[in-house]
């Protein structure tokens, strides 16, 4: 059975780093969509940032684009984040689909796999 598992997520500073991970089984992140999405307490899942196109593609959030960087392997989804802000607070989660376009990431419900998630703070 698929699965994606996260890890990485801690307590950090405003201005500080954090380096999550998602280990994809049973199937190869470059064959498929795969990135990151987040839920804050009290607001919907929001889209972070995605790869795709056989890992030749990214897509950013407006909010997160030049302070994060999404990378993968065949089997491991990372995403670097630096300069990190109060407002990048909560949980992070890593999701998959088979196929997709730049359009798709803006829904989190075009995506049917989803990790368990993993808890960011960011105290100012």
């Known amino acids: 059975v698929a699965r994606l598992s996260e890890s990485g997520g801690d307590s950090a500073q405003s201005g500080g780093s954090l380096r999550l991970s998602c280990v994809a089984s049973?199937?190869?992140?470059?064959?498929?969509?795969v990135g990151w999405f987040r839920q804050a307490p009290g607001k919907e899942r929001e889209v972070v940032a995605g790869?795709?196109?056989?890992?030749?593609n990214t897509y950013y959030a407006d909010d997160v684009q030049g302070r994060f960087t999404i990378s993968a392997d065949k089997t491991t989804l990372i995403l670097e984040m630096n300069n990190l802000k109060p407002e990048d607070t909560g949980t992070y989660f890593c999701?998959?689909?088979?196929?997709?376009?730049?359009?798709?990431?803006?829904?989190?419900?075009?995506?049917?796999?989803w990790g368990h998630g993993t808890q960011v703070t960011v105290s100012s």
């Open positions: 790869i795709y196109g056989a890992g030749s």
């Open positions: 049973e199937f190869t992140i470059p064959d498929n969509c």
């Open positions: 999701a998959a689909r088979r196929s997709c376009e730049f359009s798709t990431w803006r829904t989190p419900g075009n995506f049917g796999l």
